[in-house]
């Protein structure tokens, strides 16, 4: 599950600009591919923010999708599917670009955050 050690660094960036805030959401713009399961990322997002400020906050994923250029029949398309194959003609030797990004996009912040120690990992 590749998804906990995006989640442990971004805890870790939000925790940073919260500055003593208490964090209520945020938002991540993930490329897809990464290939993150939205469940999975929220049940590591969820872990890795136990004992933090960011522990009560509620996160948005938001896939962005990778371009699929077809050297068969020269289409261009997008897909959020890793393993995708030319939707025209269904070639599989497609070339993949974009899609590797892993931004946070966006935090909003409550009022000062409770006395949290942060868990050892």
Aim: net charge negative; charged share 20%.
């Amino acid at each position: 599950m590749h998804e906990i050690g995006m989640c442990e660094g971004l805890v870790e960036l939000i925790e940073q600009q919260a500055m003593g805030r208490r964090v209520t959401s945020a938002r991540v713009r993930v490329g897809a591919r990464h290939a993150v399961v939205d469940d999975a990322f929220g049940q590591a997002f969820a872990v890795a923010a136990t004992g933090t400020a960011v522990q009560d906050a509620t996160v948005e994923l938001v896939v962005t999708p990778m371009t699929v250029g077809c050297g068969a029949c020269g289409s261009r398309s997008e897909s959020v599917d890793p393993l995708a194959a030319c939707p025209v003609c269904g070639d599989d030797g497609v070339q993949l670009s974009g899609g590797d990004e892993l931004v946070l996009e966006s935090v909003s912040f409550g009022e000062e955050a409770p006395d949290v120690s942060r868990h050892p990992r």
